[in-house]
């Protein structure tokens, strides 16, 4: 059922009135896309995006996502810049800023020892941002025995050549659920975000600051969008 879609997943959806589908960017998105429009009764679909996918990205996965927003009953977005961006290709977008919970996001007292603990968070496409300060870095961490840099995200080859390993530790980041914990447990001191200055950067939400600050965590930000007019 539903073009080789598994049964008990076909079934949930049959239940459901609208589905929203995060990032819907694959041949794989589409099909399920499709399925639920031609269900009877047809199901509302919404696609959520908060990057810019159509920078420096390959040109058969662009035509998919293109098809995916026509065919879609709305999109949501982070930033308005986002919504230019997506009008082009669906008329009902829809902007929700992303937010916390300040019940979960909130600053906790932990005992801090002779260490100065620096962090960072990132997936593999931030690469070019995290190496804009890897000099920096680099002269902090040689300076600084005392500093210990958290680094959370893939392994970065090269940003870290020249610095003690002792001084920092990379963290795998994938469970979003405790995402505030573990952020909490790496006892910062200090958040650094660079950024480099490119389109697709400048399409992002600040989300990271509005993190840091929540947990009472001071940060070095890169004075360009989307963080310099909030900051």
Known sequence: SG???????????????????????????????????????????????????????????????????????????????????????????????????????????????????????GGYSHYEDLNEISSELKNITTKHKNVKLEICGYEFKGVFDGIDPDQYTQHDWVDVSVHPYKQILLNADIGVIPLADNA???????IKWIEYSALGIPCVVKDIEPYSKLI
Request: charged residues 30%.
């Open 3 to 121: 073009s080789g879609m598994d049964n008990s997943l076909f079934q949930l959806l049959q239940t459901c009135d609208v589905v929203i589908l995060p990032h819907a960017t694959s041949e794989e998105s589409l099909r399920l896309v499709t399925v639920m429009k031609d269900m009877s009764p047809s199901k509302k679909v919404i696609i959520d995006h908060d990057d810019n996918i159509f920078v420096e990205n390959n040109e058969d996965k662009l035509e998919i996502a293109k098809e995916i927003l026509e065919k879609a009953d709305g999109v949501f977005v982070s930033t308005t810049k986002l919504a230019d961006v997506y009008g082009e290709y669906n008329d009902n977008i829809t902007v929700l800023p992303n937010s916390l919970d300040f019940n979960i996001w909130k600053p906790y007292k932990i005992e801090k020892d002779n260490n100065i603990r620096i962090t960072w968070h």
């Open 200 to 206: 697709f950067n400048k399409s992002k939400s600040p």
